[in-house]
Every structure is written in C-alpha cells, then in structure tokens.
C-alpha cells in the first residue's frame, strides 16, 4: 500500500461549549489540516499519464483540500449548530439584532468594504461540536468522496489529521475499503 499526504493551514475561530476551561470561549488557531490518501499501486507507466508513477498528483490533494475545508472555513468562526451562541451571533447581522443594524452597517464600525452579508457569511455552523477530534471526521467526510471522484475510485483518504496547535492534534482513520 502506498501512501501520499499534503497539508493547508487555516485560520479559524471556535468554542468548545460545554468546556470547563478556557476553551469554552470564543477563540481562534492556525489549524494545520493532513490529509493522507492511500493506492494499492501507481499510477501505471504504460498509460502514459502525467501522474504516472504516483498515487495521485499532489496538486489533486490540494486542490480537494483547498475547495473542500480552506475554502469554506478559512477566516470564519465555526459554531456547533446547537451551540446557543450560534443563534445570536447570526442574528449579528439582522433587523433584529442588538446593537441595531444601522450600527452595524456604519462606516464608523465596518469600514468601507464590510457589509452585512460580510457578519453572516464569517461564521459555519458545523453540525459536530468543533474540537479537533469532530472536525477531523466531519471534514474527512468532506474530503474522501471527493478525493475518490477526482482520482476514479482508484485513491482513498486514509486519515485525516487536525492539528489545533502545534503541540495538539487528532486523527481521523477512515476504514479501509478494498478495491475490487
């Protein structure tokens, strides 16, 4: 078996609602997603194909990593969808919002280039509460058919790793297929 990895980093902000330390609050990482694919075998030579000899072409890894995970969550906040602060901070950007919209619409607040549609579109809400071990599999989820779409069924994610920081990160193994 042979295996491939590439990696993106992320800037993402998150909480951890049921906490009992700092993590509960509203905060943010450089989160550095791996994503490791896996092939019985290379590509064959005889086809004559650009990524012959490879599992699959690194530029294939990231593009599936960029348009499925940087992105989407790049830059935003993620909310776990039964988090109660996800329901007011939503409401950030609304005619019902306190402070009142006109507020935030000002230049004074936003400056020239943000909008209101700018508040609504910086926050996901995910359906997993957004630790690393949950978003591991929630965006392996996102990853693996995609990853098996651009490379016909012949490459599989076989983990995907989420680092929170430096010194913390959590896997995601998916379970392994054989190919038929």
Not at 102 to 121: I, K
């Amino acid at each position: 078996m042979f295996t491939v990895s590439r990696s993106i980093d992320i800037d993402a902000g998150h909480r951890v609602p049921f906490h009992a330390s700092k993590c509960r609050h509203l905060h943010g990482h450089r989160w550095k997603v791996i994503a490791i694919a896996e092939a019985e075998e290379t590509v064959d030579s005889a086809e004559g194909a650009a990524d012959s000899g490879m599992v699959v072409d690194f530029g294939v890894l990231k593009q599936v990593l960029m348009e499925e995970i940087n992105d989407v969550f790049d830059h935003r906040f993620l909310l776990w969808q039964e988090d109660p602060l996800a329901e007011i901070l939503l409401r950030a950007g609304t005619a019902e919002s306190i402070p009142p919209a006109a507020f935030l619409e000002s230049e004074e607040v936003t400056g020239p280039n943000l909008a209101r549609q700018d508040l609504e579109e910086s926050i996901v809400v995910v359906p997993v509460i957004p630790t690393a071990e949950e978003l591991a599999r929630y965006w392996a989820g996102l990853v693996a058919p995609r990853l098996r779409e651009l490379s016909g069924d012949r490459v599989s994610l076989k983990r995907l790793d989420v680092w929170e920081t430096p010194n913390s990160c959590a896997s995601y193994e998916l379970a392994w297929e054989p190919r038929l």
